[in-house]
Nanobody, 118 residues
């Protein structure tokens, strides 16, 4: 059973930075792509970015966030990190990490709340 746990959410000032972590089963990062998504109140879930979790892994991002978001692997590859800069009030959302293969995400964390103050 794949287990994903997000952490690092909270209150962020507009213009500030964000760092979220997703801890997963060790083997997961060798077998799955790890993605970040977010969902704001009244809006559909939005793709933020993803990383392949392989040696020499590549990352890809939503066009709207590619200039502000970075995804990386840390802690012996059992954790994937989302970093964002220049946070805006419209970035307020619940952020989720997910694991998937072949373009489909099958496993999801419970999410972590991020609130950006005006």
């Amino acid at each position: 059973q794949v287990h994903l746990v997000e952490s690092g959410g909270g209150l962020v000032q507009a213009g500030g930075s964000l760092r979220l972590s997703c801890a997963a089963s060790g083997w997961t990062l060798y077998r799955y792509t790890l993605g970040w998504f977010r969902q704001a109140i009244g809006k559909e879930r939005e793709f933020v970015g993803a990383i392949t979790a392989r040696s020499g892994a590549s990352a890809n991002y939503s066009d709207s966030l590619k200039d502000r978001a970075t995804i990386s692997r840390v802690n012996a590859n059992n954790t994937v990190v989302l970093q964002m800069v220049k946070m805006k009030p419209e970035d307020t959302a619940v952020y989720y990490c997910a694991a998937g293969r072949s373009g489909r995400y099958d496993f999801w964390g419970q999410g972590t709340h991020v609130t950006v103050s005006s």
